[in-house]
């Protein structure tokens, strides 16, 4: 399990390295969306600059598993990340729902490794 969760995080790095990249620089060509929620949605998210400072805890998180340095960090600003990917797609634009579906399944697994630093998250607390 252990290497299963390492190449995970290698994937995982890899992905939001590269997509975060393109939402700050750009490179990877955009088709025109068709009119609809998406488009909107889209449209809110780039006029705002919103899309910037996804990438930017993209690009800081991929970092972050790839030098396998802070991954419960990572982890968390990524959970984050890909719930909002994961209802976009659910909502809006169900043709991503593989991708979404991988990046999550990834997330998973590299979250059962280190599971241990979620504890504390997970356990009832009383207040005295």
Request: hydrophobic share 60%.
């Amino acid at each position: 399990m252990k290497i299963a969760a390492t190449i995970a995080r290698y994937l995982l790095g890899i992905i939001f390295l590269f997509f975060g990249s393109n939402l700050l620089f750009h490179f990877l060509p955009n088709p025109p969306m068709p009119p609809g929620p998406m488009a909107d949605f889209s449209t809110a998210l780039f006029t705002t600059h919103y899309i910037f400072i996804v990438g930017i805890f993209q690009v800081a998180s991929a970092i972050l598993l790839l030098i396998n340095r802070y991954i419960p960090l990572a982890l968390t600003i990524l959970a984050g990340v890909i719930i909002n990917i994961d209802l976009t797609h659910m909502l809006m634009a169900p043709s991503g729902l593989p991708v979404a579906a991988l990046v999550t399944i990834l997330w998973f697994l590299v979250f059962y490794q280190y599971r241990t630093a979620f504890y504390h998250l997970f356990r009832p607390h009383h207040a005295q």
